[in-house]
């Protein structure tokens, strides 16, 4: 899953801050595996940005939050078998 934030550059910040975290919203469930953040550096859009493996534990509910400085994003999604 790709991460991207206005003025992030991966030659001036190599060790992206960004931080994912999740959790299972309809059931009890292992933590959410995350691999990464690890930056990206493409020409043209969408430019810099940062790639983050999920592995999810188990099926179901998922509510998925990344942290990178002052901002924050967070989501549901549903995982199929």
């Keep these: 899953m790709g991460w991207w934030r206005q003025g992030y550059d991966w030659h001036t910040e190599p060790t992206p801050k960004l931080k994912v975290t999740g959790r299972r919203l309809d ?3 292992p933590p ?3 691999v ?3 930056p990206v550096g493409v020409r043209g859009y969408p430019g810099n ?3 983050v493996v ?3 534990p188990t099926p ?3 509510e998925i ?3 990178d400085e002052n901002d924050e994003l967070t ?3 549903s995982v199929a078998k």
């Design 75 to 77: 989501f549901v999604i």
């Design 49 to 51: 940005y940062m790639m």
């Design 27 to 29: 059931s009890q469930a």
């Design 32 to 34: 959410l595996d995350v």
């Design 65 to 67: 939050t990344g942290r």
């Design 36 to 38: 990464g953040p690890n």
């Design 60 to 62: 179901g509910c998922w």
């Design 54 to 56: 999920l592995v999810f």
